[in-house]
């Protein structure tokens, strides 16, 4: 199983960026789908965004598109946010699936195979 561990979350303003990282370890990664899930406080977890890591297909939610970008590189994995706003606060989490493409992650979350530890996102207004 592959392990993911996520870095980069942090207190903000509204209309600041941060960008999250994650780390992937213990698999050969060319078959996974990648993705970003958060969740806030007294809510479910939801997707945000996810990857193919061959060929780098992406799905966005759109609750978050125009402003947020997944890409991977070297292993691992990234969530550059920009423009963010109090409503994206959460812990973010990353996750990894080598039976899932992008769009199943966006309507399959609860099936995802590996997940991060999260890390913590909050935006002040």
């Known amino acids: 199983q592959v392990q993911l561990v996520e870095s980069g979350g942090g207190l903000v303003q509204a209309g600041d960026s941060l960008r999250l990282s994650c780390a992937a370890s213990g698999r050969t990664l060319s078959n996974y789908a990648m993705g970003w899930f958060r969740q806030a406080a007294g809510k479910e977890r939801e997707f945000v965004a996810a990857i193919r890591w061959s060929g780098g297909m992406t799905v966005v939610a759109d609750s978050v598109k125009g402003r947020f970008t997944i890409s991977r590189d070297n292993a691992k994995v990234y969530l550059q946010m920009n423009s963010l706003k109090p409503e994206d606060t959460g812990v973010y989490y990353c996750?990894?699936?080598?039976?899932?493409?992008?769009?199943?992650?966006?309507?399959?979350?609860?099936?995802?195979?590996?997940w991060g530890q999260g890390t913590k996102v909050t935006i002040s207004s």
């Open positions: 996750a990894a699936d080598v039976y899932h493409t992008p769009q199943t992650m966006k309507t399959m979350t609860r099936s995802v195979g590996s």
